[in-house]
């Protein structure tokens, strides 16, 4: 999947919002 950082940003916020635990899943992020 090509998305750019930017965008995995606002996705993880998203996310995070509905409940998600973006943190965890994704650990190759850092």
């Not at 965008?7 to 409940?19: F, H, I, M, P, Q």
Request: glycine share 14%; net charge positive.
């Amino acid at each position: 999947m090509g998305v750019s950082g930017s965008t995995l940003r606002k996705y993880s916020d998203v996310l995070e919002r509905e409940g998600y635990d973006v943190k965890k899943s994704s650990r190759g992020r850092r």
